[in-house]
């Protein structure tokens, strides 16, 4: 069960970390892609935050996890210029791929062709 501050931290490094990737995310993964933080979970000790990443417009959706991890010393610094002050360390950084949304769609689309297959028995 996460903390008041661990969410507060979390909620925060989202926030901003968003800001970053709509200012410069164009020169770390190009383009056409867009790229949004869902979650931030933080460890216990503020010291790792776990950003959760969802990725449209590209089939190679890893990709821009690598080319992000690349990015790791230049986000990381972007972030501390914004929230420095509100921290006392900087957390380092890990990046993952969400992809609920792509999930929800699959079960959708799953959902969808069962029920067109029952109505074509009736």
Same mark, same amino acid.
């Given at each position: ?11 925060l490094i989202r926030r901003?970390?968003?800001? @970053? %990737? ?8 190009? #383009?056409?892609? &867009?790229v ?5 979970? +933080? ?13 449209y ?7 821009? @996890? %690598? ?8 986000? #990381?610094?972007? &972030? ?6 509100? +921290? ?8 993952f ?13 799953? %959902? ?11």
């Amino acid at each position: 069960m996460e903390s008041i501050r661990q969410k507060q931290v979390g909620e925060l490094i989202r926030r901003y970390f968003g800001m @970053i %990737l709509t200012e410069t995310g164009t020169n770390i993964y190009g #383009r056409g892609k &867009l790229v949004t933080v869902t979650e931030v979970k +933080m460890t216990p000790d503020l010291l790792v935050a776990k950003i959760y990443i969802s990725v449209y417009g590209t089939e190679d959706k890893p990709e821009v @996890i %690598l080319l992000m991890e690349d990015a790791h010393t230049q986000l #990381r610094q972007a &972030l501390a210029s914004k929230i420095g002050k509100q +921290m006392r360390r900087m957390p380092e950084l890990e990046f993952f791929l969400d992809d609920t949304i792509d999930e929800m769609y699959r079960v959708d689309a799953l %959902l969808n062709r069962v029920m067109d297959e029952d109505k074509n028995k009736h």
